[in-house]
């Protein structure tokens, strides 16, 4: 089993928190919820606040797995071998995790996230590169937002946590979507104002099945 790069202390609100994290979150939940899942696999755990939001403010059966067991997850276990049956929850999500594993285990990954999953997939990875947002809002009209992440294919060092990110050389974001497609149809897939670090994607597994 992957050993745990961090320990629990690395969550803490001074050094894990900041205001485009908790956007994050927003775009986690929604993307979830929109959905309207009966059960929810979270792999990594992470601060709990999107689990904690599940488990007290919904109806949904929420369960989580990590590697690391100071996080106290529901199951003890690596992405790239999930100790469930086929299709046991309706969304299976991994936000901020992928990128923890070596690139060669991401297509593991992936199948085993697409086989617990019984609809979807829903991750969201970091994208490395100088990003480009738009916020406007014109009385009477809605507000528009944009965000656009500007290429720099500067070469990815690993630092400890990160094997990998879009946007570094060699992980252009046309090769995450190659392979995302191959598990099911992308359904979703964006960068989101003030968060502009995390690329979302959303899979939905059942029509691969079809």
Known sequence: MTEPQVDKSHYSFDKYSFEGRFISYYHQLR?????????????????????????????????????????????????????????????????????????????????????????????????????????????????????????????HIFNGQHYWEIGKRGYPVSLIRKKLAQHGRIVADFVPWGSEYHHFFVLEVSAHRE
């Open 31 to 155: 993307e979830v919820l929109r959905h309207h899942p009966s059960s929810v696999l979270e792999i990594g755990v992470g601060d709990s606040v999107f689990g904690s939001f599940l488990t007290h403010n919904t109806g949904v059966r929420y369960e989580s797995v990590d590697v690391a067991e100071d996080l106290k997850p529901d199951t003890v276990a690596n992405v790239t071998d999930l100790p469930f049956p086929d299709e046991s929850f309706d969304i299976v999500c991994a936000f901020e995790v992928l990128e923890h594993l070596p690139f060669e285990e991401f297509d593991q990954a992936l199948k085993e996230m697409s086989r617990v999953a019984q609809r979807y997939i829903a991750i969201s990875v970091p994208h490395f590169g100088p990003m480009l947002s738009f916020s406007i809002k014109i009385p009477f009209l809605p507000l528009f937002r944009l965000a656009l992440k500007l290429p720099y294919p500067k070469r």
